[in-house]
Each structure stands twice: as C-alpha cells, then as structure tokens.
C-alpha cells in the first residue's frame, strides 16, 4: 500500500491510500481516503472520463449531491460527464473506485445510467452492495479493502455483459488521440454507419461519440491548467480552436471559470490517488 500527505496543499486534507500492485480487472483504479480533520469537507466534483463509484466506510456523513437530490452513505456511483455533483461530510473514510466506461458496462450491470447521473451502488447491484459494502467495514487494512473490491469487480466482470468492440475501439481511440477524432472515421474504420456507432456507443458507454471526444479533451486541459499552465497556452496545446473555445468548454463541464478549474481540491490529490487514470487502460 502507498500513503502520501499532499501533492499540493488542498491534498494535505486528506491520508490517501493506493494499491500495492495493478489489479486483476483492466481499467480499474482505487484509492482510499481518510480524512485528517474533523472539519466539515465540501468538494465539487469535477467531471472525469471515467465511472466512479464512493464507498462510505466510516461512521461519518458522506454525501452526494446532484440537481436530483441528495444520496447520503452506502455507496453512490457518479456517472460520465456529471455537472453540478457536490460531495460532503464530516469525518470522512471512503474507498474509491474509478472504471473506465468500457468495463463500467459489464461491472455495474448499467448502461444510459453511466451518462450524466448520480445514482446508488444499490440501485445496480442489489443486495450485493450491502453485502460488500459490511465485508469493506469490517476489513482491518486498506489493502485487505482493495482485494474484497478488487473480488467484487472481477466476478461482476466476468458475468457481466462486454460491450460491443466497436465501442471498445471507438473508445481506446478517442482516449489515444486525446479527444481529436473525426467520429465519422471512427465509424468507418470500425465498420459501421455513424449512426449505428453514435446510438450503440451511448447505449453502452452512457454519452454519445462526440460528447465523449470532448470529455477527454477536458480532462487533458483540466490537468494542464491544475499543473500551472496558463489558459491560452493550454488552449493551444490541447487543440482548443481558441481561449474562449476553451472557455466555453470548461464552463460546460465543470460550471467555473478555467482559473476555478486551477485550483479545484478536486484535482489536488490526482497526483497521488489516481497516477495511472483508469480511463487510458487499453480494455
């Protein structure tokens, strides 16, 4: 297990928690987080090309907050491309896991409810979330927590429903290039029809080609401005048209400013929880 204090000093907040070894299931990232503070925590989730699910493991408060309302403890999953997502608490000890959309499909049994939503673990996977959700509790250590997730993941891997290679192309495509693809080559270099890909991708990843294209970019360009970069230089590198093209795009995604997205505490322990993003796994 690697433990680190802080990659800047929002990170500091927080005992982080990463594996030991690449997991079994591709395109699966986990991290455990504790809380150093009894301090009340509010952190706006900034939206990611990945599923997430957040396993409340402590005593304490953890919720999530969406435009639908509230999902207090258990666990919540945050779909691709969710704006507007609140988490908060106090005393805080959760376990989280991020999928890339191509597995998300078969592990949570779930398709259109990967796109823009907050929904409970519960609600997909039945008394099964309770089940896993007690064994995680009662765990002594954080990597025994990795390897009962890590279980879990796999066997609903395994039976769960592949989506269809097209769309794993598509997407291993789109995360290659960085979000600059043409969908319509996507689609003939796959072998089908752009609408057939664009109704059987969101079907099975949640989000549409393009959508998805622009979610990539953003999480590129979001990093970069997180790591110092200035708007205009970032815009130029990422293949923004312009600033204001970037502008516009961060704004869409995560309801602030370029200079907001900077400083988000959401990004601070990136270096740290998430080194190797599920979402650029091959699978």
Not at 113 to 126: K, P, R, T, Y
Request: hydrophobic letters at 45%; one cysteine or more; glycine letters at 10%.
């Amino acid at each position: 297990m690697r433990s680190a204090g802080s990659a800047h000093d929002t990170a500091a907040v927080w005992d982080i928690a990463t594996p030991s070894r690449p997991g079994r299931v591709p395109g699966v990232g986990m991290a455990g987080f504790r809380a150093r503070t009894a301090d009340p925590v509010d952190l706006s989730v900034v939206p990611y090309p990945a599923v997430t699910v957040a396993l409340n493991l402590s005593d304490g408060l953890l919720a999530v907050d969406d435009f639908g309302g509230r999902l207090p403890n258990g666990g919540v999953v945050v779909g691709l491309a969710s704006s507007g997502v609140r988490g908060y608490g106090r005393d805080i000890e959760c376990l989280q896991v991020r999928l890339s959309p191509v597995i998300a499909h078969a592990v949570l049994g779930a398709s259109s409810e990967l796109g823009a939503m907050v929904v409970s673990l519960e609600d997909l996977w039945g008394r099964d979330a309770a089940r896993i959700h007690e064994q995680l509790c009662a765990a002594g250590s954080w990597e025994d927590r990795f390897a009962i997730a890590e279980a879990a993941l796999a066997r609903r891997h395994e039976a769960g429903r592949a989506v269809d290679p097209e769309v794993a192309f598509v997407w291993r495509q789109t995360v290659t290039n960085r979000g600059a693809v043409r969908i319509e080559r996507l689609a003939d270099e796959a072998g089908w029809s752009r609408k057939r890909l664009w109704s059987r991708f969101r079907s099975q990843v949640g989000i549409n080609p393009k959508r998805a294209a622009q979610l990539v970019r953003f999480d590129h360009a979001a990093h970069r401005l997180a790591a110092g970069h200035s708007p205009a230089l970032v815009a130029a590198e990422i293949g923004y048209a312009d600033q204001s093209h970037l502008h516009r795009d961060v704004r869409a995604f995560a309801g602030v400013t370029p200079t907001a997205v900077a400083g988000a505490p959401w990004l601070a322990v990136d270096g740290v929880a998430w080194a190797a993003p599920a979402y650029l796994s091959k699978a």
